[in-house]
């Protein structure tokens, strides 16, 4: 596991939803998996053919109730550069709020 603490993450709306936020900037669909790897596509907006035409997406956050860390077991949701697995509910990694720990404290990472 790496260094980088995953804020929770956020919903992706087709930008034409009537539940994307306003304002918000768009980017397209293809960028997504790189961009939001770990977010929630809204079901309501996006589907299969999201990707394959490119729409203009959107991210919004969620506001989650509060709710106790629980990391999940699926690989999908164990970003290698991630602190720890990502919760099951908000994909985040319940981070305390102090400086990310950029810097590897005990020593080089060995791989
Ligand atoms: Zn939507
Ligand atoms: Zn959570």
Known sequence: M?????PPQPMLHDADCIEAPTG???????????????????YNC????????NKSLVAA??????????PSSEPLLQP?????PL???CHGNHFD???APFADPIGPARS
């Open 24 to 42: 918000a900037i768009a980017f397209p669909a293809r960028s997504a998996g790189s961009m939001y790897p770990h977010a929630f596509p809204h």
């Open 61 to 70: 956050p969620i506001d989650f109730d509060p709710h106790d860390y629980e």
């Open 80 to 84: 290698t550069d991630a602190v720890g």
């Open 87 to 89: 919760c099951k509910i």
């Open 97 to 99: 709020g102090s400086p």
């Open 46 to 53: 996006i589907g299969p053919g999201t990707i394959g035409a």
């Open 2 to 6: 790496g260094t980088k603490a995953y």
